[in-house]
């Protein structure tokens, strides 16, 4: 069945450590998405790509870095630079552009400890 | 001003209610609208596209006013699995791909 996987669901994270969060689908999806969502809040854009080897800052980029070096990956690494990282991250893909809508991964839960 | 306002409720019914949500975009060149269902602690789901002239999918109904630069969501019948966060999603910066997301409205149905 063609999804969007994201790991691990769960991620602890020391202090001053970068860890990178992993988001594949196999959806055959042009367009990729990265959102953090803290409690009792909205989505906000980290960072988004619309093709291989391309990506766009959100909202929220700073303290965050991806690559897209496949069609299929988009792999989110939270730096040490990122000052209050503990959240729930979602990876989207969608086809082509945002018209569509978007598919999401079942997220991963960082807790800074 | 946000981009995507809603209001944040809870909105508490009895199950067999009639609820409505309301949602207010800023961007009046907007182009897209979805409302997504998220349920406690898991990832947010499609639940239909808003077209310009309305649209129903069984029990959900969902408007468009463009004048107003507000879109609505209709639950009749309520049940109890339909408790969960509504999240009013919009295209809303031209030039911009991505999806901008209200913070959502929260429903609890209860028997």
């Known amino acids: 069945d063609g999804g969007i996987t994201q790991s691990p669901k769960y991620l602890f994270r020391k202090e001053g450590q970068n860890v990178t969060l992993s988001c594949e689908q196999n959806?055959?999806?042009?367009?990729m998405y990265w959102y953090r969502q803290d409690p009792g809040q909205g989505l906000r854009l980290i960072y988004y790509?619309?093709?291989?080897?391309?990506?766009q800052k959100g909202d929220i980029a700073e303290g965050y870095s991806v690559s897209r070096e496949k069609k299929e990956s988009f792999p989110l690494t939270v730096t040490s630079a990122q000052k209050n990282p503990t959240a729930f991250y979602l990876c989207?893909?969608?086809?082509?552009?945002?018209?569509?809508?978007?598919?999401f991964g079942s997220g991963t839960r960082l807790t800074v400890v | 001003r946000k981009e995507v306002e809603q209001d944040p409720g809870p909105f508490n019914v009895p199950e067999g209610a009639t609820v409505a949500f309301n949602c207010t975009y800023s961007n009046s060149a907007s182009q897209s609208f979805f409302w997504y269902r998220q349920d406690c602690r898991k990832e947010p789901k499609l639940l239909m596209s808003v077209y310009s002239s309305g649209n129903e999918d069984g029990r959900f109904t969902a408007q468009l006013n463009r004048a107003s630069q507000y879109i609505s969501l209709l639950i009749r019948d309520s049940k109890l699995s339909d408790s969960a966060t509504y999240l009013c999603?919009?295209?809303?910066?031209?030039?911009?791909?991505?999806?901008?997301f209200g913070s959502g409205t929260r429903l609890q149905v209860q028997p």
């Open positions: 790509s619309q093709i291989v080897n391309d990506f």
């Open positions: 959806l055959n999806h042009d367009a």
């Open positions: 989207a893909s969608s086809m082509k552009g945002p018209n569509y809508g978007y598919t």
């Open positions: 999603v919009v295209n809303t910066e031209t030039g911009r791909r991505a999806l901008t």
